[in-house]
């Protein structure tokens, strides 16, 4: 089984930056997007940034020119460098990737890391 190992959480001043970064432990074939999401206590867990296969990079609104998805297609390794960083960005990150074999989908997801913005 394919695990996905998210790394580059931690605690950070309002203002600042930080990336992070998840790497499969195994290559993974037929990947047709990339993406991170995050997660506050008791609410759902929303898309923040994703990559699609063609390279077409896709944003919510609050991190649009804040943060910047990147990957590495042939390591397998997903990016995300995050700048001007808000305490309302505090929350557990994770990669996700989704790949297509044979008509299957597949999803595979990180761990999760923290990110906190103290204000």
């Known amino acids: 089984q394919v695990q996905l190992v998210e790394s580059g959480g931690g605690l950070v001043q309002a203002g600042g930056s930080l990336g992070l970064s998840c790497a499969a432990s195994?290559?993974?074939?037929?990947?047709?997007?990339m993406g991170w999401y995050r997660q506050t206590p008791g609410k759902q867990r929303d898309l923040v940034a994703s990559?699609?296969?063609?390279?077409?990079?896709n944003y919510a609104d609050s991190v649009k020119g804040r943060f910047t998805i990147s990957r590495d297609k042939a390591k397998n390794i997903l990016y995300l460098q995050m700048s001007d960083l808000k305490p309302e960005d505090t929350a557990v990150y994770y990669c996700?990737?989704?790949?297509?074999?044979?008509?299957?989908?597949?999803?595979?997801w990180g761990q999760g890391t923290q990110v906190t913005v103290s204000s």
């Open positions: 990559i699609e296969a063609g390279g077409i990079t």
């Open positions: 996700q990737i989704e790949s297509w074999r044979w008509g299957i989908r597949d999803l595979y």
């Open positions: 195994a290559l993974i074939s037929g990947i047709n997007a």
